[in-house]
């Protein structure tokens, strides 16, 4: 049987301070979000991360790792902003079991327009209540947690420029 490894008093407090700043600082962000620009903090994360990929395209798998998500949730996701004109799905030229998703130009309106109240939501969630230390010890911290937790070793996920990726359907 193994040893309970109990928290002591420190860990126990930090544990409840880090659960509570994780609520209160995501249901802020997520109500403001809703509110100003009628989606959620998942769809945002995705029109961000096909903002930033290459053609504003990636794999779908690749698409749900970069943003720590099912591949059922993201292929949920995508759908529901295909329907709004948002994204668009297509199959892999160089796979034909993978498809690709393609953030379109008013995919991209919509995040724009959606970015300046989010990041701004962010700011007076995070950082308006921190230093500069304190945000970098912060950044320290939550990236030795994400390295401990990760099954990839180079998260974050940024591209999709793997043997099968789009890149390597433009290089051939």
Known sequence: ME??????????????AFLAAQRLVSDKVERRLQAAAGMPQAYYEILA????APDRTLRMSVLAESALSSRSRVSHAVARMEESGWIVRRSCPTDRRGQLAELTDE????????????VESVREA???????????ALREAMEAI???????????????????????????
Do not use: C, I, K, N
């Open 3 to 16: 040893h309970t490894r109990w928290l002591d008093e420190d860990e126990q407090q930090t544990w409840r």
């Open 49 to 52: 991360r096909l903002s930033e």
């Open 107 to 118: 995919g991209l309106r919509v995040l724009e327009a959606a970015v300046p109240d989010h």
């Open 126 to 136: 995070v950082f308006d209540g921190l230093t500069r230390d304190q945000q970098a």
């Open 146 to 172: 994400v390295a401990h937790l990760s099954e990839r070793p180079g998260w974050p996920v940024t591209g999709d420029s793997g043997p099968d990726g789009p890149d390597a359907a433009r290089a051939s």
